[in-house]
């Protein structure tokens, strides 16, 4: 039997007329007259069949957010990949129904603290993609006239606020500004600047170098230049170029040969350049093999030579950049792992990975983690947050993995 559609949010966040209910019937803001579906899985841990929830008007015009005849059910056959709908996030759509958004303009309107219900806001913003959450805020500034991102500022504060203006910007400008950060933090560059260059893909990289140059007016490559020094450099800025090569489905043993006996012989002074070039030039399934072909030749993982031969942040970048080869999803969830064995949690990097790694591989990550560490990510994040930003966190984070 069919199931019936996914509720949305009924009430509203935020005082201010029409708020809630924008959300409510706009959260996603399509264009109503090229039926833009929202799609919801037919079950709530599957990415199977879709079905979508999608506007029955033909004017044009956005519904009035008391008009009690609001969108329901799409009578059309809409399929996943149709042109004007977004793809199928199974990862990120998974979650509980909400109210619905006919009975939206009944609800009363909830006031907590300073007149925002940050429930709310935490529902309707982590259960949408970036791509969306755009919409949601052009929509909100053409009925108000006001900017939806410098609104929630005013009336959120502390880890909260950092993760909700975080999920309103672009990932590009997100991404150029925990670089920046991090270039200009000691002790950051090697950490978060290998994570950002190593893991994103060419076309990501091009679009946060560029929003790095738009925001800060200064070329990346400046600020590492500036910033870092050594082999440390050299890794970054040979990352910025995002010159490594990409998959082909030709096996080159010759080449994964030589890349061992290069790396082997590069063990004296004045080699490093050795080991950046195949590190970053290299696509990942080559150097898979190129790992496991240094192992047998030496009868130690190549690793154990990297604590040997570098030190300090060197040592640091080049352990995380093999790590990001061998396993993206397991380096995440080490890095999951650490945020949160800290004193007091580190939210900024908990912040970046959930929200960056929420619409790509957030379900490998999860499974990596709990095979790892015995326990959760969902359980862990429950343990270890506190305060108001532990409710958004654990929605980023999607469910429980049992």
């Not at 440390?232 to 040979?238: G, K, R, V």
């Not at 990352?239 to 990409?246: D, I, P, Y």
């Not at 030039?281 to 154990?304: C, I, K, S």
């Not at 380096?331 to 790509?360: D, V």
């Amino acid at each position: 039997m069919r199931q019936q559609p996914r509720e949305f949010l009924g009430w509203d966040p935020l005082c201010g007329e029409g708020w809630g209910a924008l959300l409510a019937t706009q959260e996603l803001v399509p264009t109503w007259a090229q039926h833009q579906a929202v799609t919801t899985p037919a079950h709530p841990h599957t990415s199977g069949q879709w079905r979508h929830v999608c506007d029955q008007r033909e004017d044009g015009a956005l519904p009035d957010p008391g008009d009690p005849q609001l969108p329901g059910p799409c009578q059309q056959d809409c399929s996943v990949g149709d042109p004007g709908h977004p793809q199928d996030l199974p990862e990120l759509q998974c979650g509980q129904g909400r109210a619905a958004a006919a009975e939206g303009h009944h609800r009363p309107r909830p006031y907590l603290g300073s007149g925002v219900d940050r429930t709310a806001i935490v529902d309707v913003l982590t259960n949408r993609s970036r791509e969306q959450r755009q919409l949601i805020a052009q929509a909100f500034r053409e009925r108000t006239q006001q900017d939806l991102l410098k609104s929630l500022q005013a009336a959120l504060s502390g880890h909260l606020e950092g993760i909700v203006v975080a999920l309103l910007q672009p990932a590009a400008r997100l991404d150029a500004r925990e670089l920046r950060t991090a270039l200009k933090d000691s002790g950051a560059a090697e950490d978060v600047g290998v994570e950002i260059l190593a893991t994103r893909t060419p076309p990501q990289l091009q679009e946060c170098l560029a929003a790095y140059k738009h925001d800060f007016q200064v070329e990346a490559e400046e600020d590492i230049k500036s910033e870092t020094s050594g082999t440390l450099q050299d890794l970054l800025l040979a990352l910025a170029k995002g010159g490594r090569e990409s998959y082909s489905e030709i096996i080159d043993y010759n080449l994964a040969e030589q890349d061992v006996q290069a790396l082997k012989q590069a063990e004296g002074p004045s080699t490093e350049g050795i080991w950046v070039l195949i590190l970053t030039q290299r696509n990942p399934e080559h150097l898979v093999r190129v790992f496991d072909q240094y192992q047998r030749r030496t009868g130690h993982e190549l690793e154990h030579t990297v604590r040997n031969r570098f030190h300090g942040d060197a040592q640091r970048a080049l352990l995380s950049l093999a790590s990001v080869i061998r396993n993206t999803a397991l380096y995440f969830a080490h890095k999951l792992h650490q945020a949160l064995q800290e004193t007091e949690p580190n939210y900024q990097a908990l912040m970046r990975i959930l929200i960056s790694r929420s619409e790509t591989d957030l379900l490998s990550i999860r499974a990596e983690f709990r095979r790892k560490f015995g326990k959760s990510l969902y359980s862990s994040l429950q343990d270890a947050v506190k305060g108001d930003c532990r409710l958004a966190l654990l929605a980023l984070c999607r469910a429980e993995d049992l």
